[in-house]
C-alpha cells in the first residue's frame, strides 16, 4: 500500500477542524448530524470524534489515510452545508452537494411549509397532505409574467416557464410530473392545467373566483378550456381507486398534450383551442380484484351511490357491498369523498366535454352490467362449471348487454379449440370459468376507457388547423419497488428508467450548455448512463421479446419464461440483471434508482390478456349498437391501445408488452421535440400526515426520481456559479481594502487567487465564476471567519475606546474637586483679608466724620453770627429806598394829572372853533346851491361836483385809514415798546433789589440809573399818550367826515325830490337815468372797494358750488353701460350689440340669473317675439346638437388645471351648464323627445371621449361635468314640478330616462378611469412601495436572495415612493381643480389606496428571499409616508387600506426568537390570518448575524395557522373593490351661461343671444 501524498491528506482534512459539522448514517433518520470532537491523526490512522447533535452520543471514526486516499477521501463523512445554505431554494446552490445534504435541504424547507424546492432545472414538489392556500387566482397571477427566479419556488412558476417559453421560442413543451402514488402528481397536474386556462384570463383585470378548489373551472375562461379542465373529473371517475397509498390513486399514465393557438395581438396571446389525451397502461386486474381496503374504480360506487331511483331500478343497481366487484377490498366509502357530489361532476364533465345525457347513460349502463357479471355465480359440479339459468345476475347482465343469455352463458363455461380439421367444445372448470368470466369484464372495461378517451379526443380536438403548439403534461406513475413486484411494475419501471434517461441526458446538455456558453475549459462529465438497462429490457432478445416469444407459444408458462431470462442474462457481462440466489421464480433488476426483484408469476397471462373470440362473438352479435361500438375500437394509432384480439391468432396480436413498448417510444419522441420542465412529486410520510417527514421514504424517492443523479453530474462539473457582481458582493470581506474596485470581475479573481490555489476548483467564465463541488462551503466558512475577525477587532478597539474615554472622564472629575477644593480656600482666605481691611477702612470713616462735624457746628455757629448783622443793615437800606420810590411815583401822577387837564381843555375849546366854522360854510353852501339849484344846469354841475366830492371824500377817507393804520401799528411799535421797556425796568427793579441787598454801598449810584431810567420811562409813556391822542383825533375826524358825508348824503336826497317836483324834461329824465345809473354804479364801486376780497372770494365759492354736477351723470352712465355689458363682459370683446329697447329688458335681466317661475312665464310669453322664435329654431336645429357634441365634448380644448391660476367653477362647469341651458330650453318647450335624443348623443360623446383614455384630465373634467350635468337635470326636473304648468307625465318619464342613462355614464367613466388608473399604478406599486429603500443606513444591498439569481442581475427599482406619491398629488389636484365632488375624490383616492396596499402585500406575500428586517423597515417608512399623504390630503381612512401591509412589515421587524415573541407577532398582527402570518414567517430571510427561525417556532406558527374557511385565504383579493356610492345631487341654483373665449361655438353663442 502507497503512503498518501501528505499534500493532499492536509487538504482533504483541513475542513475537518474542531467545531464542523458531518452527517452520518442513520437507519430511523437517514441521516443525522454530529459535531466534531476531535480530530487525531496517528501515523496512517485517522481518528475523529464526534458528538450526534441530537442526541449527544459520543462516537469516532476511524480509517486509514492510505485507503482514503485510495477512495479520493470520499470516505470521510459528508459535510454539512453552512448555516447560510441552510433551507436554499435551489438544491444545486448547495456547496456540498450529496444525499445528506439535499436531504436535509428539503427536510428543513418541508417544516417551514415550503413544499416546492428547486434542485436546478427540477421543481421538486412534497405532498403536504393539507390544503393550502397557495394556489387561487391571486397566487397565478403573482406568478404569470414573472420569470423563474423571481418569486418561491412553485408548480406555477414551472408552468409560467413553459407556457412564456412556448409563446415566446413557437416551440412545444412538456411537462413531466412523476412520482410515487400518491405524491400529488395528479394534482399537480390538475393545478398546471388550471393555470395554463387561468393565466391569460388572469391578466386582464377581471373579477375572479378565489377558490382553489382544481376541480371547480375558473370564471372567464372559454369553452374549450373549460372542456380540457373538464377531462380531469372525467378520466379520475373512470381511472382512478383508492388504493392503500392514495385514496384518489390514478391507475393509468396520462399525457395529456394542451393545443394553444397561434400567438397574436400586441402581447402575443394564445388561447386554449384543444387537448389530446394519452394514456397507458390502465390496471385492469382492480375489475375484478381490489386488495384489502382498496376499492374498484370510482365510477362504480358513485353509480351505487348516486343513480335515481328510476336508473337505479333499471340497471339493477344497489348499494356496493351487494357487488362481488366491488366488496372485495371490504371498503366503499372513502373518507373525505362525496360519491354522490363526484357523480354529478362526472356527469357535468361529460356534458361539458359534449358526450349527451342518454349516452352517459348507455356508458353507465355497461359499466352496471359489468357489475352483475362479477355477480354471475359460477358453481363445480364434477369438476365442471356451471352457471344458473335463472342466476339473476346473468339475467341482468344479458339484458343489459342486450346479448344472447344462453350463449353467454355457454362460453363462460366451455371453451372451443379450433384445430386444423375440426372445432373441439369443451368444458371448463370452476377456475377456468371464473378467469373467462372476468376477463370478459376486463376486457369491455378497459374497451370502454378507450373509447371515453377516444370520444374526448374527438371532441376536444375539432380544428386541428388552429393548432401552433402544445404544451404536454404528463402525469405518469413513478418508479416502483413493492415486497412483490409484478409485471405492472415491470413496465412502469422500464418507462421510467426511459425517462431517467431521457431526464439524465436533458440534464447533461443543460450542464454543458452552460459551459460553452461561459467558454470555460471542460471535459465531457462522465455519468452513469442507464442505457444498457434500456436496451436489456427493450433491444432485440431482450426481456419484452422473450416475454412476447413466451406468451406467444401455446405452452408458454412463466416458468420457462425465467429459465429463459436466466440462461440470457444471469452472465457477468449483463450488469444490470441478477438471478436471485434462493428460488426460480423471480428475476432482480439493477435499475437506476434501486434493484428491483420481480415476481415472475403472472407474466405471460397480463402480456397477453386476451379475451375468447367466442365471448367476442357474443358481445358483437348483441342488439346494442353502443356496445359493439365500444368494444369494435379501431382507432388509427392503434398501437397505442392495447387491443386484444381473439384468442386464435396468437402470432398477430400484439401483447401488452409491445403495445406499452410501442407508446412509449412514441412517448419519448414526442418528447424529444419538445422542451422538458421536470416536476418530481414526493411523498414524505405514508400515513399521509400533513407536513410530516420520514428520512428514508424520501431520501428513497430522490434517488428513484433521479433528483441526485442529477446532483451527481453537477457534481462531476462545476455545480457552484454565481455571477461575478454576486461573488464579488458577497465575498469582498475576504480580500484586502485596497483591492476591491468597480469592476467585479477583476474583483472575483483577486477574491479567489487568494483563496484557491487549485486552479482545478474553479473556472472563471463571461460573466460567472464556476466553483467545484465544496468550495463555497470554504469560502463561506473564511468569510464568517473573516467576518467574525473584524467583529472581535471592531470590539476591541471599540471596547479600548469606552475605557480610554471613562479613565479620561475620571481624571477630569479629580482635577474637577481639586480646583474647587483649592478655590474654595482662596476665597476663604481672601475673605478673611478683605474683613480686616474692611474694619480698617470703617474706623477710618467714623473718624473722619467725628472731626467733621465738630468744625462744621463750629462754622455755622459763626457764619449765623455774621449773617444776623448783614440781614439788619440791608433791612434798613430797603425801608429807605422804598420811601424814595413812593414819594417819585406821587410825584409823577400828579404832574401827569396837570398835564391831561390841560390839554383836554385845549381840545374841547379846538373842536368847537372848528365845528362852527365847518356848520357854519355848508349852509351857506346849501345856500348857495339851492339857488343854483333851480337851473338844471346848475343841478348838474352839482351833480359833478358832488361826484367830485365824494370822491373827494373817499380818497380822504382812504388816506385817513392809511393814516389810521400807520398810527396804529406806531401805538402798537410803543405799546410793544414800552411793554420792554416795561419787562426791562422791572428787571433792572428787581437786579437792583436784588443788588441793593448785597451792595447797599452802591445804591446811590443805582438810584442814579433808575432815575435815568425813569426819565426814558417817562419819555416814552409821554409819547405814547401823544401818539393815543393823535389817533383818537383821528377817529374823531373820521366820524364828522362820516357824518358830514351823511348829512351830504340827505341834502343830495333833499335835493333829488325837489328835482324831482320839477317837471322833468324828456332829455333830462334820460339825463337822470343816466345818472342814476352812475350813481348806482359809483355806489355800487364805493361798495365794492369797501369790501373788495371778501367779494372775490365768494365768486369763487360760486364757481365751486357749481362743479358737483359734472360727475354725477358720468357716474350713472358708466353703471347703466356696465349693467348692459353682463352678458357679453366674458367674450372678450363685447359684439356690436343690438340696441336695448325697453321690451328686451326683462330678458336681459333674465340672463343674470337662472329662470325662476316667473321668469319661466316670461319667456314662454316670449316665445311670441321673433327672438324667442329663433331660439326655439336653434333648438331643433340639428347644428346646436352637432357643434355641442363636437365643439363643446370631442374636440373641446379642456382647462388644464395648473398650478399659478385656478380656473372658476363657471370656467370648468362651463360645458354642463350650456348643455343643461339648452335640456332646460327643451323642457320648457315641451320638447322632451328631442331632449332625449339630444342628451342621448351628448352621452355617447361624452362616452368616446372619456373611454379613451388619453388623459386623466378629460376623465377628472368629464367626471366632474357629468356630475354636473347630472345636478342640473335634476334642478331642471324639480323645477319643472313646480312651474304653474305642471310637467307632463311624458317629460317626467323623458326626464327620468336621461337621469338613469346619466347615473350610468357617471358610474362607467368613473369605473373606466379607476381601472385605467390601477392599469398604471401596477407597473409602480411594487418597485415604489416594496423595492423602493427611502431609509439611508437601511439599505439592503441586493432585491433578492443571494444564490437565487442566475445570471440575472438586479435591476435597480426605476420607481420611488416619491414617484408614487408625486402621482397621487397630480390626481389629487386635478381632481380639486376640476371642482370633483369630495365623495367622489376620495372613492377614488381610497380606492387607489387599496389597490396600492393590496398589490404590495400580495407581492410581499411571494416574493421570495426578500423578508428581512431591514426590508420590512423600509417598507414601513413607506407605508407611513402614504399615510402621511393619506391625512394630509383628507383621506385618512384610506391608511385602512395599507394596515395590512404595514402589519407586514411590522412582524418582519418583530423579535422572532421565543413563543412569546410569536405571541406579539400574533397580537401585533391582528388583521393577518394565521395562514399570512405563517407564510410571512416561512419567508422571513435571516440576513447576517440575524439568527433563521427555529423550526420549532414554526411548529409554533403552524399548530395556530389551523386550516377553516376563513383563515385560509393567503393572499388579499385585489378584485374586491367597494361598490361605487353616487355622492348626493346638489341643487344647482343658477345655470350658468358662460361661454369661454378660448371656444369657439357660434351656434350656441346666437341660441343664447336668442334666448
Ligand atoms: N399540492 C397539494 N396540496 C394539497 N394536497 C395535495 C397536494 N398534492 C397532493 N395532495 C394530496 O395528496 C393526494 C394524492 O395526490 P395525487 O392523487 O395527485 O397523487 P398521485 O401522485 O397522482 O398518485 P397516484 O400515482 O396514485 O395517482 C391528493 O388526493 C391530495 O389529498
Ligand atoms: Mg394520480
Known amino acids: 500500500m502507497t503512503t498518501p501524498d501528505p499534500l493532499a491528506v492536509e487538504k482533504a482534512l483541513k475542513d475537518y477542524s474542531k467545531g464542523t459539522k458531518a452527517y452520518f448514517a442513520d437507519d430511523s433518520e437517514g441521516w443525522s448530524i454530529a459535531t466534531l470532537q476531535s480530530n487525531v491523526v496517528d501515523g496512517d490512522k485517522l481518528t475523529l470524534s464526534f458528538r450526534l447533535d441530537a442526541t449527544g452520543k459520543e462516537f469516532t471514526f476511524s480509517s486509514s489515510l492510505s485507503k482514503l486516499a485510495a477512495e479520493k477521501f470520499a470516505g470521510l463523512p459528508p459535510l454539512k452545508n453552512p448555516p ?17 445534504a439535499v436531504l436535509d435541504g428539503v427536510r428543513i424547507r418541508y417544516a417551514q411549509e415550503q413544499i416546492y424546492t428547486y434542485s436546478g432545472i427540477v421543481l421538486i414538489a412534497m405532498n403536504p397532505f393539507q390544503r393550502l392556500a397557495i394556489y387561487t387566482p391571486d397566487i397565478m397571477r403573482e406568478y404569470s409574467g414573472k420569470s423563474r427566479g423571481e418569486l418561491e419556488p412553485h408548480l406555477f412558476a414551472v408552468a409560467e416557464e413553459a407556457y412564456r417559453t412556448m409563446i415566446k421560442e413557437r416551440k412545444n413543451q412538456s411537462i413531466i410530473v412523476s412520482g410515487e402514488s400518491g405524491a400529488g402528481k395528479t394534482q399537480s397536474a390538475k393545478y398546471i392545467m388550471r393555470y395554463f386556462a387561468t393565466v391569460d384570463t388572469l391578466e386582464s383585470f377581471s373579477r375572479q373566483t378565489s377558490s382553489d378548489n382544481v376541480a371547480a373551472a375558473p370564471q372567464g375562461i372559454s369553452e374549450v378550456e373549460e372542456a380540457v379542465l373538464a377531462t380531469n373529473p372525467i378520466m379520475e371517475s373512470f381511472g382512478n381507486s383508492k388504493t392503500t397509498r392514495n385514496d384518489n390513486s390514478s391507475r393509468f399514465g396520462k399525457y395529456i398534450e394542451i393545443l394553444f393557438s397561434t400567438p397574436e395581438g400586441p402581447k402575443n396571446s394564445v388561447r386554449i383551442v384543444g387537448a389530446k389525451i394519452r394514456t397507458y397502461l390502465l390496471e385492469r386486474s382492480r375489475l375484478i380484484f381490489q386488495p384489502a381496503t382498496e376499492r374498484n374504480y370510482h365510477i362504480f360506487y358513485q353509480l351505487c351511490a348516486a343513480a335515481p331511483a328510476a336508473e337505479r331500478k333499471e340497471l339493477g343497481l344497489s348499494s356496493w357491498d351487494q357487488f362481488f366487484y366491488l366488496k372485495q377490498g371490504g371498503t366503499g366509502i372513502v373518507p373525505g369523498f362525496d360519491d354522490v357530489a363526484e357523480f354529478a361532476a362526472t356527469q357535468k364533465a361529460l356534458s361539458i366535454i359534449g358526450i349527451s345525457v342518454s349516452m352517459q347513460w348507455q356508458i353507465f349502463t355497461i359499466c352496471a352490467a359489468l357489475l352483475h357479471i362479477g355477480n354471475i355465480e359460477i358453481k363445480s359440479v364434477r369438476d365442471e362449471a356451471t352457471i344458473d339459468d335463472n342466476d339473476p345476475a346473468l339475467i341482468q347482465t344479458c339484458q343489459l348487454l342486450q346479448v344472447d343469455k344462453s350463449a353467454f352463458k355457454k362460453w363462460i363455461i366451455k371453451k372451443q379449440i379450433i384445430t386444423r380439421s375440426e372445432k373441439i367444445v369443451s368444458n371448463l372448470n370452476q377456475y377456468q370459468a371464473i378467469v373467462g368470466r372476468d376477463s370478459i369484464a376486463k376486457f369491455i372495461y378497459s374497451m370502454l376507457f378507450d373509447w371515453i378517451v377516444k370520444i374526448v379526443n374527438k371532441n376536444l380536438h375539432k380544428d386541428a388547423e388552429d393548432v401552433a403548439t402544445f404544451i404536454g403534461v404528463l402525469d405518469i406513475y413513478g418508479f416502483e419497488h413493492f415486497k412483490k413486484n409484478s409485471f405492472e411494475q415491470f413496465c412502469i419501471n422500464y418507462a421510467n428508467e426511459k425517462l431517467q434517461q431521457e431526464f439524465n441526458a436533458h440534464v447533461f446538455r443543460l450542464e454543458q450548455e452552460i459551459y460553452v456558453q461561459e467558454k470555460i475549459n471542460w471535459s465531457f462529465i462522465d455519468f452513469n448512463d442507464n442505457q444498457p438497462c434500456i436496451n436489456m429490457i427493450e433491444n432485440k432478445m431482450g426481456i419484452l421479446d422473450l416475454l412476447d416469444e413466451e406468451s406467444r407459444l401455446p405452452s408458454g408458462a412463466d416458468k420457462s419464461l425465467v429459465t429463459k431470462l436466466y440462461q440470457r442474462f444471469a452472465v457477468p457481462t449483463e450488469k444490470f440483471f441478477e438471478k436471485p440466489k434462493f428460488g426460480q421464480t423471480a428475476f432482480t433488476i439493477k435499475h437506476y434508482a434501486c434493484d428491483v426483484t420481480y415476481d415472475i408469476e403472472g407474466f405471460i397471462e397480463k402480456n397477453k390478456d386476451t379475451v375468447a373470440d367466442e365471448q367476442l362473438a357474443v358481445l358483437n352479435d348483441g342488439a346494442s349498437e353502443f356496445l359493439k361500438e365500444v368494444i369494435h375500437i379501431d382507432v388509427p394509432d392503434a398501437a397505442l391501445s392495447p387491443k386484444p384480439g381473439p384468442r386464435g391468432g396468437a402470432t398477430k396480436k400484439p401483447t401488452l408488452g409491445s403495445i406499452f413498448k410501442a407508446s412509449l417510444v412514441q412517448l419519448m419522441e414526442t418528447m424529444r421535440t419538445t422542451e422538458a420542465h421536470y416536476i418530481r412529486c414526493i411523498k414524505p410520510n405514508s400515513t399521509k400526515t400533513p407536513f410530516g417527514f420520514e428520512s428514508p421514504m424520501v431520501l428513497q424517492q430522490l434517488r428513484a426520481c433521479g433528483v441526485l443523479e442529477t446532483i451527481r453530474i453537477s457534481c462531476a462539473g462545476y455545480p457552484s456559479k454565481y455571477s461575478f457582481a454576486e461573488f464579488a458582493e ?34 472563471v467564465g463571461l460573466t460567472k465564476i464556476f466553483f467545484r463541488a465544496g468550495q463555497v462551503a470554504a469560502l463561506e466558512k473564511a468569510r464568517t471567519e473573516r467576518i467574525r475577525y473584524c467583529v472581535v477587532l471592531i470590539q476591541t478597539n471599540m471596547r479600548r475606546y469606552l475605557y480610554q474615554k471613562r479613565y479620561k472622564a475620571i481624571v477630569q472629575a479629580a482635577l474637577t474637586v481639586q480646583t474647587s477644593l483649592r478655590a474654595w480656600s482662596a476665597r476663604e482666605s481672601l475673605k478673611e483679608k478683605r474683613e480686616q481691611k474692611a474694619a480698617v477702612v470703617i474706623q477710618t470713616s467714623i473718624r473722619t466724620w467725628l472731626s467733621r462735624s465738630y468744625y462744621e457746628a463750629l462754622r455755622s455757629a459763626a457764619l449765623s453770627v455774621q449773617c444776623a448783622l448783614r440781614v439788619q443793615r440791608a433791612r434798613k437800606q430797603l425801608i429807605d429806598l422804598r420811601q424814595n420810590t413812593a414819594a417819585t411815583r406821587i410825584q409823577k401822577v400828579f404832574r401827569g394829572f396837570i398835564v391831561r387837564r390841560d390839554y383836554k381843555l385845549y381840545l374841547a375849546q379846538v373842536v368847537l372853533v372848528q365845528s362852527w366854522i365847518r356848520t357854519h360854510a355848508p349852509i351857506l353852501e346849501l345856500r348857495q346851491l339851492k339857488t343854483e339849484a333851480r337851473s338844471v344846469g346848475k343841478l348838474q354841475e352839482t351833480n359833478t361836483k358832488l361826484e367830485n366830492k365824494v370822491v373827494e371824500l373817499s380818497m380822504a377817507l382812504r388816506n385817513q385809514e392809511s393814516e389810521n393804520k400807520v398810527m396804529a401799528e406806531k401805538l402798537a411799535q410803543f405799546e410793544h415798546q414800552s411793554s420792554i421797556w416795561k419787562e426791562k425796568f422791572q428787571k433792572a427793579d428787581l437786579d437792583s433789589k436784588a443788588v441793593k441787598v448785597e451792595f447797599v454801598d452802591n445804591s446811590a449810584e443805582f438810584k442814579k440809573e433808575i432815575a435815568e431810567l425813569k426819565d426814558v420811562n417817562e419819555n416814552l409813556s409821554k409819547e405814547a399818550e401823544r401818539a393815543k391822542a393823535l389817533a383818537k383825533k383821528r377817529d374823531e375826524e373820521i366820524a364828522t367826515l362820516l357824518a358830514e358825508l351823511r348829512q351830504q348824503k340827505d341834502e343830495v336826497q333833499k335835493l333829488k325830490e325837489a328835482a324831482a317836483k320839477v317837471v322833468p324834461k324828456e332829455e333830462d329824465t334820460a339825463t337822470i337815468t343816466a345818472l342814476k345809473k352812475e ?3 359809483l355806489k355800487e364801486q364805493v361798495s365794492r372797494q369797501v369790501a373788495g376780497k371778501w367779494k372775490t372770494d365768494r365768486v369763487a365759492d360760486a364757481q365751486y358750488q357749481q362743479a358737483p354736477s359734472y360727475h354725477q351723470p358720468q357716474y350713472q352712465t358708466t353703471y347703466v353701460d356696465e349693467k348692459e355689458n353682463y352678458l357679453y363682459s366674458s367674450y372678450g370683446e363685447p359684439p356690436s350689440r343690438p340696441s336695448l329697447d325697453e321690451t328686451k329688458r326683462p330678458s336681459v335681466a333674465r340672463r343674470r340669473s337662472f329662470m325662476d317661475t316667473q321668469d319661466l312665464k316670461k319667456s314662454a310669453l316670449s316665445s311670441l317675439n321673433p327672438e324667442a322664435e329663433r331660439s326655439a329654431r336653434a333648438l331643433e336645429d340639428k347644428g346646436l346638437e352637432d357643434e355641442i357634441n363636437d365643439a363643446l365634448i370631442t374636440n373641446l380644448r379642456i382647462p388644464l388645471p395648473s398650478t399659478q391660476t385656478v380656473a372658476t367653477r363657471k370656467e370648468i362647469f362651463f360645458p354642463a351648464h350650456l348643455i343643461g341651458t339648452v335640456v332646460s330650453q327643451y323642457m320648457q318647450r315641451d320638447m322632451p323627445h328631442k331632449m332625449q335624443t339630444t342628451m342621448a348623443s351628448v352621452m355617447k360623446s361624452i362616452q368616446n371621449l372619456t373611454m379613451k383614455f388619453e388623459d386623466d384630465y378629460v376623465s377628472a373634467f368629464w367626471l366632474s361635468n357629468t356630475f354636473e350635468l347630472l345636478c342640473l337635470i335634476k334642478s331642471i326636473q324639480e323645477q319643472e314640478k313646480r312651474s304653474t304648468r305642471g310637467s307632463t307625465t311624458e317629460s317626467d318619464r323623458a326626464i327620468d330616462k336621461v337621469r338613469t342613462e346619466m347615473d350610468y355614464l357617471l358610474i362607467e367613466i368613473y369605473h373606466g378611469w379607476i381601472k385605467e388608473l390601477k392599469k398604471r399604478l401596477t407597473n409602480m406599486i411594487v418597485p415604489a412601495v416594496i423595492e423602493n429603500q427611502s431609509l439611508p443606513g437601511y439599505i439592503c444591498k441586493q432585491s433578492g436572495g443571494l444564490w ?32 370633483m365632488e369630495d365623495t367622489m375624490s376620495r372613492q377614488i383616492l381610497t380606492e387607489l389606496l387599496r389597490v396600492i396596499g393590496v398589490s404590495a402585500f400580495n407581492h410581499l406575500l411571494m416574493r421570495k428571499n426578500f423578508c428581512t428586517w431591514k426590508r420590512g423597515v423600509q417598507i414601513q417608512y413607506n407605508v407611513s409616508r402614504l399615510e402621511e399623504w393619506c391625512t394630509s390630503h383628507g383621506i385618512a381612512e384610506a391608511t385602512l387600506h395599507l394596515q395590512q401591509l404595514l402589519q407586514a412589515a411590522k412582524l418582519l421587524t418583530l423579535n422572532k426568537t421565543s413563543p412569546q415573541d410569536i405571541e406579539t407577532i400574533f397580537d401585533v398582527c391582528f388583521l393577518l390570518n394565521p395562514t399570512q402570518i405563517k407564510k410571512l414567517l416561512s419567508l422571513y430571510y435571516a440576513a447576517d448575524f440575524d439568527s433563521p427561525l427555529s423550526p420549532e417556532l414554526l411548529k409554533i406558527v403552524a399548530s395556530r395557522a389551523v386550516l377553516n374557511e376563513k383563515s385560509d385565504i393567503l393572499l388579499l383579493d385585489l378584485e374586491l373593490s367597494p361598490e361605487f356610492v353616487k355622492p348626493n345631487l346638489k341643487n344647482v341654483e343658477n345655470i350658468e351661461r358662460f361661454i369661454p373665449s378660448w371656444t369657439n361655438l357660434p351656434e350656441m353663442q346666437n341660441f343664447l343671444l336668442a334666448m
Request: overall charge positive; proline content about 6%.
Open 84 to 100: 447560510m445554505l441552510e433551507g436554499t431554494d435551489d438544491l444545486a446552490t448547495l456547496s456540498y452537494l450529496h444525499e445528506p
Open 730 to 763: 458577497r465575498y469582498y470581506p475576504l480580500v484586502a481594502s485596497k483591492l476591491w474596485g468597480p469592476d467585479p470581475k477583476k474583483l472575483t479573481e483577486s477574491i479567489v487567487a487568494s483563496r484557491i490555489s487549485d486552479p482545478d476548483k474553479f473556472q
Open 1079 to 1081: 350813481v348806482a354804479a
Open 1348 to 1379: 437565487s439569481k442566475w445570471g440575472k442581475n438586479s435591476t435597480a427599482s426605476q420607481f420611488t415612493i416619491e414617484q408614487l406619491l408625486n402621482l397621487l398629488s397630480k390626481l389629487s389636484k386635478t381632481m380639486r381643480c376640476y371642482y
